[in-house]
């Protein structure tokens, strides 16, 4: 096994129980990476994109017709249409290239703004692309490090141990003898970038004013963050600091390994990391060949996690099982630092006030603190997200702690969150997805692996180093809300000269809303419509009759089957006023 990262991502095939490099026929790449062609125009590039974002709307606007299923509509039948357009998506977000592979990536941590269906199939989006050349990898080495190749290496591997979107790894060796790998940019990866994050740029200022799916949304911010992801993923300097700080981190831990940084190899364009083989951490058969302890495997990989988050704030975003190894003597080996998360100390203690409320079944607390972390996006009425959130607590805390699934409970936080004016912070669901990754990872390992059991001692000890003690934090959280109740009541007196003086000023609107006054409203709105029909339909046919007597019977059988239209329209108008006049 070798250090892989996600920006090369192993483009691999099971040959005989090993990994063998995924052949990539010259026809194929032709037909579907056309991307990867040097005399590919802009123009084209626009157009491919443009018609691939054209069929994705009309694919949106076709599942809010019930009209378009089979037989009528049910939620079943969208789930399904979901899933097909979602395979759909994957594979035209591949066939697109660098750009909108990461762009799928990143958006398979948003559930808040897409279906689960999509959500799931786009987290199954791997990088496999066709490797460059040979050449072109020794002229952007030689440029980027201002050296021919022979002078730079002994040994310089021309076959990549693995391909990807962003660029490929090749194992070399220095003249000093040491075993090293590079990763070398893909060519005009960044002119991509400029073209493609342009007309992204356009199409998030379209669903930005879209009068339905840019409501809530930040779509132009979503957009700019997924620029700072992209363009930082783009510079190996930044992530080889990202690799010291990651090491750094590990240093006083013999059961963690993380490669070595050769500075002196390393440019913007490649990045020269330490030969760090091991056993990939979810090939099971290797691992048992090794002779290690497979549950004991799960339990460090968790801890390793749980260590970044809690301890450094510092952690890696993408643990997949293609960036975790195992040496050996049973340590961890982690590779590609290009997707690293940060959790500054005020965030942390706002997730602390979130935790209170969660174990207090508090679902007023928990909504206050997902506010202030900026995680929920306050609306006119919060009484429906109240009520998600209170019926999820009821749910959630029927089970002891540690045995909760991470999978389940974030699948609930998705469930909630889609529709919803939910915003998740890309760390947020960068820290879910790894969670979710290393249970799957854990479960592999061992079967009766629970993430949060072994998360369960962390969050004691972060909750006694916050508070001093476990016993002291309920005093504290005693006095806090006592404090609390004293403010309120010392300040009511003067809120409540506020909000008359407010009335008397015109500044407060007061919203009441009457069911009956509802339905009402919407069934004078439905007669309106009705006797719009029936006046079209009534147009219709005297036409046709006019021009029947007439002689005119083509034209008037014409007129008449016009008319048919008006007539289903009001047909099915009156079967929803009778709907919902039963509903009352």
């Excluded at 076959?159 to 075993?179: C, F, M, N, R, T």
């Excluded at 009425?381 to 089970?399: E, I, T, Y």
């Excluded at 046709?544 to 008037?556: M, S």
């Amino acid at each position: 096994m070798s250090a892989l990262s996600s920006n090369a991502k192993s483009s691999l095939v099971k040959k005989n129980g090993a990994s063998v490099p995924r052949s990539i026929t010259q026809l194929e790449t032709a037909e579907k990476y056309r991307w990867n062609r040097e005399n590919y125009s802009i123009t084209r590039r626009r157009l491919d994109i443009w018609r691939f974002v054209l069929s994705l709307l009309f694919r949106f606007w076709r599942n809010g017709k019930k009209w378009t299923y089979k037989n009528g509509f049910t939620e079943e039948k969208l789930a399904q249409r979901r899933k097909i357009q979602a395979v759909w998506i994957r594979e035209n977000l591949l066939n697109l290239g660098p750009t909108f592979i990461k762009v799928g990536q990143l958006f398979s941590t948003r559930a808040d703004l897409f279906p689960i269906e999509y959500v799931e199939e786009l987290s199954k989006l791997q990088d496999e692309v066709p490797a460059f050349t040979y050449e072109q990898v020794s002229k952007i080495v030689e440029k980027d490090l201002g050296k021919p190749l022979s002078r730079l290496f002994r040994n310089f591997d021309p076959v990549p141990i693995a391909a990807a979107s962003l660029g490929q790894v090749h194992k070399a060796k220095l003249h000093s003898g040491e075993e090293v790998v590079v990763k070398v940019q893909r060519p005009g990866l960044k002119q991509l970038f400029t073209i493609d994050l342009a007309i992204l740029k356009k199409i998030a200022y379209y669903f930005q004013n879209h009068p339905r799916w840019g409501k809530g949304r930040d779509w132009i911010g979503i957009y700019e963050e997924c620029c700072k992801i992209l363009w930082q993923e783009t510079d190996y300097l930044n992530e080889g600091q990202n690799a010291d700080t990651f090491r750094r981190n590990f240093r006083g831990e013999n059961w963690v390994k993380v490669p070595r940084v050769y500075w002196r190899y390393t440019s913007p364009r490649v990045l020269t990391l330490e030969y760090l083989p091991g056993i990939k951490i979810s090939h099971y058969e290797g691992l048992e060949a090794a002779g290690l302890d497979r549950k004991l495997l799960a339990k460090l990989g968790a801890k390793a996690y749980l260590c970044q988050l809690l301890n450094d704030g510092f952690f890696h975003a993408d643990p997949h099982p293609g960036n975790i190894a195992v040496d050996t003597d049973g340590s961890l080996i982690f590779y590609d630092f290009g997707m690293m998360g940060r959790i500054n100390t005020n965030v942390r203690e706002k997730l602390m006030d979130t935790l209170f409320g969660i174990a207090q079944k508090d679902g007023d607390r928990v909504v206050s603190a997902l506010i202030s972390l900026g995680a929920l996006s306050p609306t006119d009425d919060m009484g429906p997200v109240r009520r998600s959130v209170q019926f999820m607590l009821d749910n959630f805390m029927d089970k002891p702690f540690e045995e909760q699934s991470i999978a389940a409970i974030s699948d609930d936080l998705y469930e909630i969150a889609y529709d919803q004016p939910f915003r998740f912070p890309a760390t947020f669901t960068f820290v879910m997805r790894a969670f979710s990754t290393l249970e799957g990872v854990g479960k592999g390992l061992d079967p009766n692996f629970n993430f949060m059991e072994v998360a369960q001692p962390f969050a004691l000890d972060l909750v006694a180093d916050m508070n001093g003690s476990t016993g002291n934090s309920i005093i504290d959280e005693i006095t806090r809300q006592a404090t609390q109740v004293s403010n309120t009541a010392l300040g009511l007196p003067r809120r409540i000269d506020d909000t008359i003086e407010k009335l008397d000023r015109g500044d407060i609107k007061l919203r009441v809303r009457s069911v009956e006054s509802d339905r009402l409203l919407r069934r004078l709105g439905m007669m309106q419509m009705a006797t719009n029909y029936s006046v079209f339909l009534s147009a219709l046919v005297i036409c046709g009759t006019l021009l029947f007597i007439n002689g005119y019977i083509k034209i008037a059988v014409v007129a008449i089957l016009l008319g048919l239209v008006p007539a289903w329209g009001f047909i099915r108008l009156l079967r929803r006023i009778n709907r919902l006049d039963k509903m009352f």
